[in-house]
């Protein structure tokens, strides 16, 4: 902690760089404008997105990218915005801080509630600066107000809000009040002159200074053999391999510096994903990299939020990344390895480097994890190509090389794969095998399934499926398409509950039932991800990859993955490793990492005793299939409704005598829909029905008000089409039934219909 004296002297020492000047003269006017500027013209949204954007005083970062919109016209959050202008604070200074930080969090409260995400905290920090300047100072990042607050406090514990006011009536006491704006914008800006020139302050070197304050890159040598050797972490503790990922260390740098101001996992991947440097990147991967850069020491987690480190803060202001090519070589395996090995085989080819190190790791079965090394080697500037494509090290990779311990880190013999599988003695007795269930047995409790009474299915549907699903060993993947409501869904429930049942299997064990998300766009839905949040790595395993493991670890019986509405999400994307892992017959990747996490295995084989099942619906909410996907698996289609039998059996479950005239009519529209594909399935029958009984209670109204009603309601939305004479023949005969029924809502919608239909080319009920 700098004494009054030394702090007397670094402030008239205090000479920022010339162009500081431009920074400080619209930081002025930024301060001034927020002082001058009436209440009513300041509450407005301009003014209020200008307070926000106030990039004036300070960049906040990714921080700047958060979309504040939805606080601009909010009376009760601009009332909290604007009061803090005019808002006394008490005179007592830690009383005053404590207050400051309250509202801040309060503020920020506010901002969460009315789901701002990612949190804008940064960008929040940075308003209260605006609207309160005497109490606080432009610095926002957590390592340059841990700087300034040791420096002028002595301690850097105290919240950032709470250090900032403290800081600044440290320097009031000191150095005397401030008479003006202009003297708040030098305060401030002081403080982050003393955050640039910490190293030099805590030591204890008091200017004036030679040479120039910051650090010249030029200057950089690289390292040299007297320096100490490097601490390489046992395999145990380190990554086996490092994934390469788009600008390398500008990657790495994004994400600490997205993190300076803290924010949660969530909130970090959403800042990532908007600053326009990951675009198509996965979620997942975002996730695996936050991972990464923290296990790496760069960014730590402190009160629910990551914040950057010192080691961070270093990786942002060196361009020389010393840094980051110190913990590739500590903590992650393969790095020293392949470096060495290069060292020692000058001019290796790029597969003889990733054979030697798949031999090293049998666990990686390709040159994949090998060549991102490589990659990530080169890039540093420790590798180069001689004149004949072979690879050698540069003299900076040569100099770290030279600081490597003689014995690096190797993986236990039961880390690989290729150790020869225990044998079994020939004396035991091979158990009895595992029998699927014969057709006909399914059948039999397939159609004793309650749940299957509300649809009509025949035998070769039923066979269609069991053949699909028992034909090919490796491909058990079938899609079911259709018009909705027509049982694609149900059928795969009741053969699976009945394969379940009938071998004495636990349905809720070997059955998962997954409903796509039209937000897909990775395996994470499916495979999970990496929860970044823990202190050690953990894996967030989502009921389809549970099920994928059971499948893998208990290949005699039978699993079900039913995925419902398949493709609401582009099937490419999201089930890309399950397709390649049917086809290829190689392990189903579940994530890069070397070994298992939270009992989830980098990879597993392919269990050829998963049946995967896809429901599909075609219409503009959904996305087509490409080749790739039908070429894997075999379709059903579900398009022929047969109401007659529906309903007969409707029959033996209920005496209503209101239902046969309710049925006809059903049955009327429905063939005439059935002409132009508009037709509609059991679902919205079996709805219709449940609707007229419950309707009949009420008393009052009709049958025929009520059979309008849901007429209206449940069969004609499904009408849309183009100027055809089979869509105008359509809607002629359904206005005639419709009139003739004395259904008049749904008559006068047709008539609409028609005139829409006549007067633009196309017509659909929701126009």
């Given at each position: 902690?700098?004494?009054d004296?030394?702090l007397?002297?670094?402030?008239?020492a205090?000479?920022?760089?010339?162009?500081?000047?431009?920074?400080?003269?619209?930081?002025?006017?930024?301060?001034?404008?927020?002082?001058?500027?009436?209440?009513?013209?300041?509450?407005?949204?301009?003014?209020?997105?200008?307070?926000?954007?106030?990039?004036?005083i300070?960049?906040?970062?990714?921080?700047?990218?958060?979309?504040?919109?939805?606080?601009?016209?909010?009376?009760?959050?601009?009332?909290?915005?604007?009061?803090?202008?005019?808002?006394?604070?008490?005179?007592d200074?830690?009383?005053?801080?404590?207050?400051?930080?309250?509202?801040?969090?309060?503020?920020?409260?506010?901002?969460?509630?009315?789901?701002?995400?990612?949190?804008?905290?940064?960008?929040?920090?940075?308003?209260?600066?605006?609207?309160?300047?005497?109490?606080?100072?432009?610095?926002?990042?957590?390592?340059?107000?841990?700087?300034?607050?040791?420096?002028?406090?002595?301690?850097?514990?105290?919240?950032?809000?709470?250090a900032?006011?403290?800081?600044?009536?440290?320097?009031?006491?000191?150095?005397?009040?401030?008479?003006?704006?202009?003297?708040?914008?030098?305060?401030?800006t002081f403080?982050?002159?003393?955050?640039?020139?910490?190293?030099?302050?805590?030591?204890?070197?008091?200017?004036?200074?030679?040479?120039?304050?910051?650090?010249?890159?030029?200057?950089?040598?690289?390292?040299?053999?007297?320096?100490?050797?490097?601490?390489?972490?046992?395999?145990?503790?380190?990554?086996?391999?490092?994934?390469?990922?788009?600008?390398?260390?500008?990657?790495?740098?994004?994400?600490?510096?997205?993190?300076?101001?803290?924010?949660?996992?969530?909130?970090?991947?959403?800042?990532?994903?908007?600053?326009?440097?990951?675009?198509?990147?996965?979620?997942?991967?975002?996730?695996?990299?936050?991972?990464r850069?923290?296990?790496?020491?760069?960014?730590?987690?402190?009160?629910?939020?990551?914040?950057?480190?010192?080691?961070?803060?270093?990786l942002?202001?060196?361009?020389?990344?010393?840094?980051?090519?110190?913990?590739?070589f500590?903590?992650?395996?393969?790095?020293?390895?392949?470096?060495?090995?290069?060292?020692?085989?000058?001019?290796?080819?790029?597969?003889?480097?990733?054979?030697?190190?798949?031999?090293?790791?049998?666990?990686?079965?390709?040159?994949?994890?090998?060549?991102?090394?490589?990659?990530?080697?080169?890039?540093?500037?420790?590798?180069?190509?001689d004149?004949?494509?072979?690879?050698?090290?540069?003299?900076?990779?040569?100099?770290?090389?030279?600081?490597?311990?003689?014995?690096?880190?190797?993986?236990?013999?039961?880390?690989?794969?290729?150790?020869?599988?225990?044998?079994?003695?020939?004396?035991?007795?091979?158990?009895?095998?595992?029998?699927?269930?014969?057709?006909?047995?399914?059948?039999?409790?397939?159609?004793?399934?309650?749940?299957?009474?509300?649809?009509?299915?025949?035998?070769?549907?039923?066979?269609?499926?069991?053949a699909?699903?028992?034909?090919?060993?490796?491909?058990?993947?079938?899609?079911?398409?259709?018009?909705?409501?027509?049982?694609?869904?149900?059928?795969?429930?009741?053969?699976?509950?009945?394969v379940?049942?009938?071998?004495?299997?636990?349905?809720?064990?070997?059955?998962?039932?997954?409903?796509?998300?039209?937000?897909?766009?990775?395996?994470?839905?499916?495979?999970?991800?990496?929860?970044?949040?823990?202190?050690?790595?953990?894996?967030?395993?989502?009921?389809?990859?549970?099920?994928?493991?059971?499948?893998?670890?208990?290949?005699?019986?039978?699993?079900?993955?039913?995925?419902?509405?398949?493709?609401?999400?582009?099937?490419?994307?999201?089930?890309?490793?399950?397709?390649?892992?049917?086809?290829?017959?190689?392990?189903?990747?579940?994530?890069?990492?070397?070994?298992?996490?939270?009992?989830?295995?980098?990879?597993?084989?392919?269990?050829?005793?998963?049946?995967?099942?896809?429901?599909?619906?075609?219409?503009?909410?959904?996305?087509?299939?490409?080749?790739?996907?039908?070429?894997?698996?075999?379709?059903?289609?579900?398009?022929?409704?047969?109401?007659?039998?529906?309903?007969?059996?409707?029959?033996?479950?209920?005496?209503?005598?209101?239902?046969?005239?309710?049925?006809?009519?059903?049955?009327?529209?429905?063939?005439?829909?059935?002409?132009?594909?508009?037709?509609?399935?059991?679902r919205?029958?079996?709805?219709?029905?449940?609707?007229?009984?419950?309707?009949?209670?009420?008393?009052?109204?009709?049958?025929?008000?009520?059979?309008?009603?849901?007429?209206?309601?449940?069969?004609?939305?499904?009408?849309?089409?183009?100027?055809?004479?089979?869509?105008?023949?359509?809607?002629?005969?359904?206005?005639?039934?419709?009139?003739?029924?004395?259904?008049?809502?749904?008559?006068?919608?047709?008539?609409?219909?028609?005139?829409?239909?006549?007067?633009?080319?196309?017509?659909?009920?929701?126009?």
């Open positions: 902690m700098l004494t004296e030394q007397t002297t670094v402030w008239k205090f000479s920022p760089p010339a162009w500081w000047a431009k920074w400080q003269k619209d930081y002025l006017d930024f301060l001034s404008w927020t002082r001058d500027t009436p209440e009513s013209e300041l509450r407005t949204e301009a003014a209020q997105k200008k307070l926000w954007n106030a990039r004036a300070t960049p906040a970062g990714y921080g700047d990218a958060i979309n504040v919109d939805a606080l601009l016209a909010d009376p009760e959050f601009v009332d909290a915005i604007v009061g803090l202008r005019t808002r006394a604070w008490p005179s200074v830690a009383a005053r801080a404590a207050a400051i930080q309250g509202e801040y969090e309060r503020i920020l409260g506010m901002a969460v509630a009315r789901a701002v995400k990612p949190t804008p905290h940064a960008k929040l920090q940075r308003l209260f600066g605006a609207l309160v300047p005497a109490e606080l100072t432009c610095v926002l990042s957590y390592g340059a107000i841990r700087h300034v607050a040791e420096l002028l406090l002595g301690d850097a514990g105290d919240p950032k809000l709470v900032q006011a403290k800081m600044r009536a440290r320097l009031r006491a000191v150095l005397g009040r401030e008479e003006n704006l202009a003297d708040h914008v030098r305060r401030s403080c982050w002159w003393l955050h640039e020139n910490y190293e030099r302050l805590a030591a204890g070197q008091m200017p004036p200074w030679q040479g120039n304050v910051g650090v010249d890159v030029d200057s950089i040598q690289p390292p040299d053999d007297k320096l100490p050797l490097l601490a390489v972490w046992p395999f145990a503790r380190q990554y086996a391999g490092l994934f390469a990922v788009r600008n390398f260390t500008g990657a790495y740098r994004a994400v600490v510096q997205a993190a300076q101001s803290g924010l949660s996992q969530d909130d970090l991947v959403v800042a990532l994903q908007g600053s326009g440097s990951f675009d198509n990147v996965p979620t997942p991967t975002l996730r695996q990299l936050i991972i850069v923290k296990g790496l020491g760069f960014i730590e987690q402190r009160d629910g939020l990551l914040y950057a480190t010192k080691d961070g803060d270093e942002l202001g060196n361009e020389q990344a010393d840094i980051l090519i110190r913990r590739l500590e903590r992650v395996f393969g790095f020293a390895q392949l470096l060495r090995y290069i060292d020692e085989h000058p001019g290796a080819t790029d597969e003889a480097v990733a054979g030697a190190l798949q031999k090293i790791y049998p666990n990686w079965t390709t040159a994949r994890v090998p060549n991102d090394l490589r990659s990530w080697s080169s890039y540093l500037g420790l590798l180069k190509r004149e004949h494509g072979g690879l050698r090290l540069t003299e900076y990779g040569s100099a770290w090389v030279a600081r490597l311990p003689k014995d690096l880190p190797k993986p236990p013999a039961e880390e690989s794969i290729g150790a020869a599988p225990t044998a079994i003695p020939t004396d035991a007795a091979a158990p009895p095998p595992i029998r699927y269930p014969a057709f006909d047995a399914i059948v039999e409790r397939f159609k004793a399934d309650p749940e299957i009474a509300d649809f009509v299915f025949d035998d070769r549907q039923l066979a269609t499926l069991h699909a699903w028992r034909s090919k060993l490796r491909k058990r993947f079938v899609l079911l398409s259709g018009l909705s409501g027509t049982g694609k869904t149900a059928v795969t429930l009741c053969y699976s509950r009945a379940c049942e009938l071998m004495r299997l636990s349905v809720s064990e070997h059955r998962e039932i997954v409903p796509v998300s039209p937000d897909w766009q990775d395996p994470s839905g499916l495979l999970g991800y990496f929860n970044a949040l823990h202190a050690d790595p953990t894996f967030q395993a989502e009921p389809a990859l549970r099920l994928v493991l059971r499948a893998a670890a208990d290949p005699e019986r039978p699993y079900f993955l039913i995925l419902d509405e398949m493709n609401l999400a582009r099937v490419e994307r999201y089930f890309a490793p399950f397709l390649s892992a049917m086809e290829t017959g190689e392990d189903l990747v579940l994530h890069a990492n070397g070994a298992e996490v939270n009992d989830v295995p980098p990879r597993v084989p392919w269990p050829e005793n998963l049946h995967i099942a896809g429901t599909v619906n075609m219409d503009e909410t959904t996305h087509p299939f490409s080749d790739k996907v039908l070429d894997r698996a075999f379709t059903l289609e579900f398009w022929d409704v047969d109401l007659k039998r529906f309903f007969e059996r409707a029959a033996a479950r209920t005496s209503d005598p209101r239902l046969p005239a309710v049925e006809e009519t059903l049955i009327e529209l429905h063939d005439i829909m059935r002409k132009v594909r508009r037709h509609f399935g059991y919205t029958a079996r709805e219709v029905l449940a609707f007229m009984q419950a309707a009949s209670a009420l008393g009052g109204a009709t049958d025929t008000t009520f059979l309008d009603q849901a007429v209206f309601s449940k069969v004609l939305p499904r009408l849309r089409g183009e100027d055809t004479q089979a869509f105008k023949d359509a809607l002629e005969a359904l206005t005639e039934v419709c009139k003739r029924r004395g259904l008049s809502t749904s008559e006068a919608k047709l008539e609409s219909m028609k005139d829409l239909l006549k007067r633009t080319g196309v017509a659909r009920f929701w126009a």
